[in-house]
């Protein structure tokens, strides 16, 4: 292959374990955008093989200029992905107006584009979750992370743009290399942490009726599943359309923690905490992906179940984290 493939937010959670898919499927000739900052994302990159690293205000002034190489596809996995993020303006130029402006660049080079929506574009869950361009009119998302992602969800159902290019709505995604991500990490990478310092574990009480404590539910998906499915899409050009990017089983957040708790080798100790003021009329209850659409799509490997995914994670890499930190 001469043309690279663009990855955008390619230091980051998924982003990274995408590039090192690619690498192990023999291509190495990919350009990563990101912005490292001052934290401990460039750590992701060690191991990776690409052309070029390269910050994602200037890989847009460089393509929008015409000097930037014509790509093969482009899969753009760049946002602020914080759901309690306030800052609305930053994230319709960051999240929406960015996205916006690769895509037209993208299909002006006659290259494949995909790239990241959000389950979190469901809001509530009232109108189901049903991934058809069609019912995205009704959606309300329930921050304004979920709506900067349905705004560009919206503008390429609205410039009938889903013919030629696929968005995939992620669920809950865990697993290696989301050490970075602070406050966003899954409850799995918390909640190793918070084991191994003091044997126990919180989570969020409920405020509704409807779910006793620990009963919510969420479809969790491991990083490996998701990276396979979107490189599905990558490889699978005759396809458009937005699908969703999870198990079609939700499962509650006592599965996950007494899984964890497993996989260390502990007998589970779950202590419940009030949900914090900023998530309250925002957190969603229930999530869980119909998956007949991205089977229809010819996807048909089965996803990790969530049992094994966990002790997988903790096993190949949480573990050996904190030992190396001397934290085990």
């Known amino acids: 292959m001469n043309q690279p ?19 192990a ?32 205000e200037r890989f847009l002034a460089l393509a929008e200029a015409q000097r930037a190489p014509r790509p093969d ?24 107006h960015y996205t916006r402006r690769l895509c037209e660049w993208t299909l002006g080079q006659e290259a494949r584009f995909v790239y990241a929506s959000s389950a979190a574009t469901y809001g509530d869950g009232a109108q189901g979750y049903r991934d058809a361009e069609d019912g ?82 969420r479809d969790f998906i491991y990083v490996r599943d998701a990276v396979d499915v979107t490189l599905h899409f990558v490889e699978h050009r005759e396809v458009g359309g937005l699908f969703n990017c999870g198990t079609g089983q939700a499962r ?32 969603q209850y229930f999530t869980q992906a119909e998956s007949a659409k991205l089977r229809g799509a010819g996807y048909t490997r089965p996803f990790t179940p969530l049992e094994d995914a966990v002790l997988d994670y903790v096993r190949t890499h949480l573990q050996p984290a904190a030992k190396a930190a001397g934290l085990s």
């Open 136 to 217: 995205l009119a009704a959606l309300r998302p329930l921050n304004m992370y979920g709506q900067s992602k349905h705004l560009f969800d919206l503008w390429a159902r609205r410039h009938d743009l889903f013919g030629r290019i696929v968005g995939l709505k992620y669920f809950n995604v865990f697993g290696p290399f989301e050490d970075h991500k602070g406050d966003m990490r899954s409850l799995i990478h918390k909640a190793h942490g918070q084991i191994l310092a003091r044997g126990w574990l919180e989570l969020f009480e409920s405020d509704r009726p409807d779910y006793a404590h620990g009963e919510q539910k």
């Open 73 to 96: 596809a482009v899969i753009h996995l760049g946002a602020c992905s914080a759901t309690t993020e306030r800052d609305a303006d930053f994230l319709l130029e960051n999240n929406t």
């Open 5 to 23: 493939i663009i990855i955008t937010g390619a230091a980051g959670f998924i982003g990274r374990n995408t590039v090192a898919a690619l690498n």
């Open 25 to 56: 499927r023999g291509h190495t000739n990919l350009i990563l955008v990101d912005r490292l900052g001052t934290d401990d994302k460039w750590r992701n990159l060690r191991g990776l093989e690409f052309e070029e690293m390269i910050a994602p």
């Open 252 to 283: 509650t957040w006592l599965d996950v923690a007494r899984a964890l708790f497993a996989a260390m080798g502990r007998q589970p100790d779950i202590r419940f905490i009030p949900l914090p003021p900023v998530l309250r009329g925002k957190y």
